[in-house]
């Protein structure tokens, strides 16, 4: 597999709203190499590190493919949305094509400039997505379509900078896809009938963020 950033983006948290809550998903694209360290990228940073960031998810990707279906999704509803005239529109660090959710799997490894990052989970949305876009009931359209985007773990820090080749050196051997991982967890494939093999089987994975495989053996019961 192979691919290239199409844009890099990095950002430093901001007012959100008026109570006074702070977001960093505004970000901003460079033009310059930037140095990606086990925590993200240099100058990069979260505003509430309980449920952002760490060393599980210290690259935010999403899939460039996924933006002419946002932009579908919201003409269906009768409106175009200007956030969707750019990248960076999730909150996205990355944005490349090919780096889809159901082509990579958990513990993929990749090279990206003289940084070597594996995917480690997807992206759960949450209450500021929908808030980002003032549109209510994005998370749950992000959710049910599972274009979700997901975070790399960095094994080895380097530079990396736009245009960057984004090169597989390891594909883990297994089928647990990102896809595959975030329905089970999130999009509600828990509750079929006989997921409770399958969500020990992720809660053993030992290359699945720590937050998902406790996710898993809480749903395991």
């Not at 240099?42 to 998810?57: L, Q, R």
């Not at 690259?59 to 946002?70: I, Q, R």
């Not at 809660?203 to 395991?220: C, F, I, M, P, Y």
């Given at each position: 597999?192979?691919?290239?950033?199409d844009?890099?983006?990095?950002?430093?948290?901001?007012?959100?709203?008026?109570?006074?809550?702070?977001?960093?998903?505004?970000?901003?694209?460079?033009?310059?190499?930037?140095?990606?360290?086990?925590?993200?990228?240099?100058?990069?940073?979260?505003?509430?590190?309980?449920?952002?960031?760490?060393?599980?998810?210290?690259?935010?990707?999403?899939?460039?493919?996924?933006?002419?279906?946002?932009?579908?999704?919201?003409?269906?509803?009768?409106?175009?949305?200007?956030?969707?005239?750019?990248?960076?529109?999730?909150?996205e660090?990355?944005?490349?094509?090919?780096?889809?959710?159901?082509?990579?799997?958990?513990?993929?490894?990749?090279?990206?400039?003289?940084?070597?990052?594996?995917?480690?989970?997807?992206?759960?949305?949450?209450?500021k997505?929908?808030?980002h876009?003032?549109?209510?009931?994005?998370?749950?359209?992000?959710?049910?379509?599972?274009?979700?985007?997901?975070?790399?773990?960095?094994?080895?820090?380097?530079?990396?900078?736009?245009?960057?080749?984004?090169?597989?050196?390891?594909?883990?051997?297994?089928?647990?896809?990102?896809?595959?991982?975030?329905?089970?967890?999130?999009?509600?494939?828990?509750?079929?009938?006989?997921?409770?093999?399958q969500?020990?089987?992720?809660?053993?994975?030992?290359?699945?963020?720590?937050?998902?495989?406790?996710?898993?053996?809480?749903?395991?019961?």
């Amino acid at each position: 597999m192979l691919s290239q950033i199409d844009v890099l983006l990095i950002g430093k948290p901001k007012p959100f709203r008026a109570d006074g809550t702070m977001s960093a998903m505004a970000r901003t694209p460079v033009d310059r190499p930037v140095m990606l360290h086990k925590h993200g990228f240099a100058g990069d940073e979260v505003a509430d590190p309980t449920v952002h960031g760490g060393a599980d998810k210290a690259v935010h990707f999403y899939p460039a493919e996924h933006y002419p279906k946002w932009i579908a999704h919201f003409a269906a509803e009768g409106f175009v949305h200007p956030l969707l005239d750019q990248a960076g529109a999730f909150g996205e660090n990355i944005s490349a094509s090919g780096l889809t959710e159901d082509s990579l799997r958990i513990g993929d490894r990749f090279r990206i400039g003289r940084a070597l990052v594996e995917v480690a989970q997807g992206r759960q949305p949450c209450w500021k997505l929908d808030h980002h876009f003032g549109v209510h009931g994005l998370s749950g359209a992000v959710i049910s379509s599972g274009r979700c985007g997901g975070y790399f773990r960095v094994i080895e820090e380097g530079e990396v900078a736009p245009g960057d080749r984004i090169q597989m050196v390891y594909q883990a051997e297994h089928d647990w896809t990102v896809a595959r991982t975030f329905k089970l967890l999130i999009g509600g494939g828990h509750r079929a009938q006989g997921a409770g093999a399958q969500l020990r089987a992720l809660a053993a994975l030992e290359t699945l963020a720590d937050s998902w495989r406790g996710r898993a053996a809480k749903l395991a019961g």
